[in-house]
């Protein structure tokens, strides 16, 4: 599992996105850091969301799902 940096805390374009239980964990919670909507291959992965939560860098903003979002996002991070 890759740890979250910090060095992506005042990019603008970073975003963590959190996916309900993807096929790769299943019966679990992983947020995967993006930039320019690019996957980097950082993630967190927790039990429940409040874990992914908490393992996610502070400072981050929350927002709720679009009706765009695939099913599997659960909200994302900015």
């Known amino acids: 599992m890759s740890q979250p940096s910090s060095s992506g805390d ?26 320019s909507y690019v996957d980097t291959g950082e993630y967190v992965v927790g039990a429940t969301l409040n874990e992914v939560r908490s393992k996610l860098p502070p400072g981050l903003m929350r927002m709720e799902r679009s009706s765009q979002d695939d099913p599997l996002v659960r909200e994302s991070w900015i």
């Open 10 to 35: 005042d990019d603008d374009t970073s975003i963590w996105i959190v996916f309900e239980e993807p096929p790769s964990f299943p019966n679990q919670y992983v947020a995967r850091l993006y930039r």
